[in-house]
């Protein structure tokens, strides 16, 4: 399993600061490491129970990982109930992240057509260049005060749980998930309106305009991690 060198993980560190638990607010990591737990009917293999899946999905990429306080996934009751598996009584999501958790904002991919219409994609390396024109995003999010950034944050869970339990039922399934696009939305779609949903809509389009900067690089100015 790949590891984010220590110093492209230090300098989103310094940008983004630390939970109380002493953890980044932002991570790098390689997504096919990480997991979350999932209850229900395997119907890949018919396994019944609780197992864990990709919560980025199967794509072998860099992603770029924010840490959410638990007051943001609302209640426990409320998360018990939305989100049990009704044929089966287990959670669809697991227990309720009590000590808050990470969910996916950026995967390191750049999407863009070409001349006749098809998507190309380009998985990007983790490089200087790289995380230079990412930092300028968590910036942003820094540059936000407490009361917005949860305001924030909650206009997008809902969301981020639909997207992940579609991630999981695609694990539970013979094929894999289908693609998605590289970026996780960040703004509820019935609070575009809203000026926290703004400011946060330019951080997102700002990390659609780091990806494309760093994909028009040459491979010469990329430092390659092991």
């Known amino acids: 399993m790949r590891i984010c060198p220590p ?21 790098l990591v390689w997504g096919p490491g990480e997991t979350a737990r999932s209850g229900g009917y395997w119907a890949r293999d018919g396994f019944l129970g609780y197992r864990d899946f990709l919560v980025a999905g199967p794509e072998p990429c860099w992603v770029l990982m924010m840490w959410k306080p638990a007051e943001s996934f609302g ?38 057509r070409d001349a006749d219409g098809t998507m190309q994609s380009e998985i ?3 490089s200087s260049f790289l995380i230079d024109v990412l930092l300028p995003c968590v910036q942003f999010w820094q540059a936000l005060n407490e009361e917005e950034k949860l305001t924030a944050i909650r206009l997008e869970v809902e969301l981020e749980e639909n997207e992940l339990l579609d991630e999981m039922m695609d694990a539970k399934q013979e094929c894999g ?11 509820n779609q019935g609070c575009r309106t809203s000026i926290i ?30």
């Not at 560190?13 to 638990?21: A, D, E, I, K, L």
């Not at 998605?180 to 703004?187: E, Q, V």
């Open 75 to 112: 209640s426990d009751v409320r998360w018990y109930y939305h989100h049990r598996d009704e044929a089966t009584g287990l959670q669809e999501l697991g227990e309720y992240p009590y000590s808050g958790q990470y969910v996916v904002i950026q995967k390191l991919i750049h999407l863009e």
């Open 197 to 226: 949903a703004k400011k946060v809509e330019v951080m997102e389009r700002g990390m659609r305009d780091a990806m494309r900067i760093a994909a028009r690089q040459p491979r010469g100015m990329m430092q390659l991690s092991d």
């Open 124 to 126: 990007l390396e983790v």
């Open 7 to 27: 110093e492209f993980q230090d300098a989103f560190t310094r940008q983004g600061g630390t939970n109380q638990y002493g953890e980044p607010i932002f991570k």
């Open 177 to 187: 998930p289908a693609w998605r696009g590289a970026t996780a939305s960040y703004t």
